[in-house]
Protein backbone atom coordinates (compact mmCIF):
# COMPACT_ATOMS: atom_id res chain seq x y z
CA UNK A 1 0.00 0.00 0.00
CA UNK A 2 1.34 3.46 -0.77
CA UNK A 3 0.19 6.81 0.05
CA UNK A 4 1.43 10.45 -0.87
CA UNK A 5 1.16 12.49 2.00
CA UNK A 6 0.65 16.34 0.99
CA UNK A 7 2.13 19.57 3.00
CA UNK A 8 -1.10 20.37 5.88
CA UNK A 9 -2.39 23.27 5.00
CA UNK A 10 -3.68 25.45 8.49
CA UNK A 11 -6.34 26.28 9.68
CA UNK A 12 -5.06 30.04 10.46
CA UNK A 13 -7.55 30.33 13.53
CA UNK A 14 -7.21 27.10 15.67
CA UNK A 15 -3.88 26.08 13.94
CA UNK A 16 -5.88 22.58 12.60
CA UNK A 17 -5.15 20.64 9.44
CA UNK A 18 -7.74 18.95 7.29
CA UNK A 19 -5.92 17.09 4.75
CA UNK A 20 -5.57 13.67 4.98
CA UNK A 21 -3.72 11.00 2.91
CA UNK A 22 -4.63 9.94 -0.40
CA UNK A 23 -4.27 6.13 -0.86
CA UNK A 24 -2.33 5.06 -4.38
CA UNK A 25 -2.05 1.67 -4.96
CA UNK A 26 -3.14 -1.23 -2.72
CA UNK A 27 -1.69 -4.54 -2.88
CA UNK A 28 -2.71 -7.76 -1.75
CA UNK A 29 -1.84 -11.80 -1.43
CA UNK A 30 -0.33 -11.77 1.70
CA UNK A 31 -2.17 -13.61 4.54
CA UNK A 32 -0.07 -12.14 7.33
CA UNK A 33 1.45 -9.08 8.98
CA UNK A 34 4.08 -7.54 6.61
CA UNK A 35 7.04 -7.13 8.25
CA UNK A 36 9.66 -5.40 5.73
CA UNK A 37 8.55 -3.41 2.49
CA UNK A 38 11.45 -1.83 0.08
CA UNK A 39 10.03 0.85 -2.59
CA UNK A 40 12.17 0.49 -5.96
CA UNK A 41 13.26 3.54 -7.08
CA UNK A 42 14.10 2.59 -10.83
CA UNK A 43 11.21 0.69 -11.31
CA UNK A 44 7.30 0.82 -10.23
CA UNK A 45 7.52 -2.25 -7.81
CA UNK A 46 7.43 -3.15 -4.41
CA UNK A 47 9.37 -5.97 -2.45
CA UNK A 48 7.21 -7.19 0.79
CA UNK A 49 8.80 -9.56 3.66
CA UNK A 50 5.82 -11.53 5.28
CA UNK A 51 5.21 -13.67 8.38
CA UNK A 52 3.45 -16.07 5.92
CA UNK A 53 7.00 -16.93 5.06
CA UNK A 54 6.56 -15.29 1.44
CA UNK A 55 8.74 -13.23 -0.07
CA UNK A 56 7.05 -10.98 -2.92
CA UNK A 57 8.03 -8.79 -5.48
CA UNK A 58 5.05 -6.87 -6.79
CA UNK A 59 5.39 -5.04 -10.19
CA UNK A 60 2.75 -2.43 -11.74
CA UNK A 61 1.79 -3.59 -14.50
CA UNK A 62 0.30 -1.19 -17.64
CA UNK A 63 -3.24 -1.48 -16.23
CA UNK A 64 -2.00 0.71 -13.42
CA UNK A 65 -2.40 -2.67 -10.70
CA UNK A 66 0.57 -3.95 -8.79
CA UNK A 67 0.51 -7.53 -9.15
CA UNK A 68 3.44 -10.21 -7.80
CA UNK A 69 5.74 -10.79 -10.25
CA UNK A 70 8.23 -12.88 -7.86
CA UNK A 71 7.07 -15.20 -4.85
CA UNK A 72 9.23 -17.47 -3.32
CA UNK A 73 8.01 -19.05 0.24
CA UNK A 74 10.67 -19.90 2.87
CA UNK A 75 11.46 -22.06 5.67
CA UNK A 76 11.07 -19.05 8.12
CA UNK A 77 9.37 -16.03 8.25
CA UNK A 78 11.95 -13.29 6.72
CA UNK A 79 12.05 -10.52 9.37
CA UNK A 80 13.98 -7.66 6.77
CA UNK A 81 15.27 -7.82 3.81
CA UNK A 82 18.09 -5.88 1.45
CA UNK A 83 17.65 -4.66 -2.17
CA UNK A 84 20.63 -3.01 -4.11
CA UNK A 85 18.87 -1.90 -7.28
CA UNK A 86 22.82 -0.99 -8.53
CA UNK A 87 23.64 -4.63 -8.42
CA UNK A 88 20.53 -6.54 -7.72
CA UNK A 89 21.88 -7.85 -4.74
CA UNK A 90 18.88 -9.30 -2.16
CA UNK A 91 19.76 -10.33 1.06
CA UNK A 92 17.31 -11.89 3.75
CA UNK A 93 17.57 -11.47 7.29
CA UNK A 94 15.83 -14.21 9.61
CA UNK A 95 14.83 -14.61 13.17
Not at 8 to 18: K, L, P
Amino acid sequence: MAAIINQRVENAANGESSAKPILLHKISGHVARINDVILLSKDEGVWTASDDRSIRLYLKRDNDQFWPSIHHFMPVAPTCIFYSEETYKFVLFTV
